[in-house]
């Protein structure tokens, strides 16, 4: 009788990552009672926004906890899925994870840097602030999405393409969501800057999408 080799993967830093981003969630909601409910309800409703957005800070300690709970939910969903789809050897998975994490950080960093860069250099830097806050806090919200996804696939729906391919479409959901009610309430100051607005779109929106589509196809 034969002995089979079996590799055992061990979920320990995974649960632990789990089990950070649900401290980091309830602070939020400890810390910011009434900013949580409202922003629960975000795509349904936009009592957030309108409370919070025109006096939006990257500074307050709400949006910066969300904020860390979306980098760090979007990198271990990267993660469950490059490892659906490919095969990542045991020795490489956290290392792989960490590197995701900080990919994903500096990503955010350098794309919010450059449009408030441009926002300053075309003079709409209240402007591109308000947009950047918006657009930033369903990117947030969606990744509640992730968060209940990777859990289900990490110890209950393993491997499973299909929530992977339901949970890209809510994700994506929600932000178009967002991105119709920042044209509706932003229209009368797009139709003022809509060149600065394209340019904004073309450089700092659709680029980097095609650039990261473009290398995921090579």
């Not at 800070?57 to 490892?83: E, P, R, Y």
């Not at 890209?168 to 959901?173: E, G, K, N, V, Y």
Request: proline share 1%; with cysteine; glycine share 6%.
């Amino acid at each position: 009788m034969n002995a089979l080799e079996r590799t055992f993967i061990s979920l320990d830093w995974m649960t632990l990552t789990l089990c950070f981003v649900l401290i980091l969630i309830t602070l939020a909601k400890y810390l910011f009672q009434n900013k949580f409910v409202n922003f629960i309800v975000l795509p349904f409703n936009n009592k957030y926004l309108i409370v919070y957005g025109k006096k939006s800070s990257w500074f307050d300690g709400f949006h910066i906890l969300m904020t860390f709970f979306q980098i760090v939910n979007l990198a271990l969903f990267i993660f469950l899925v490059l490892d659906t789809f490919t095969e990542i050897l045991p020795e490489q998975r956290l290392g792989l994870f960490f590197t995701l994490i900080i990919c994903v950080f500096i990503f955010h960093f350098f794309k919010v840097t450059l449009q408030m860069g441009k926002g300053f250099v075309f003079n709409t830097q209240k402007l591109i602030n308000e947009l950047i806050y918006t657009k930033q806090t369903y990117f947030n919200h969606s990744s509640l999405v992730l968060f209940g996804s990777n859990i289900l696939l990490i110890y209950v729906l393993e491997h499973s393409k299909t929530l992977i391919y339901v949970t890209i479409l809510l994700f994506i959901l929600i932000n178009a969501i967002g991105l119709a009610k920042l044209l509706k309430n932003y229209q009368k100051d797009f139709l003022g800057h809509l060149f600065y607005f394209i340019l904004y779109l073309c450089t700092l929106e659709i680029a980097p999408l095609v650039l990261i589509g473009g290398y995921l196809k090579g």
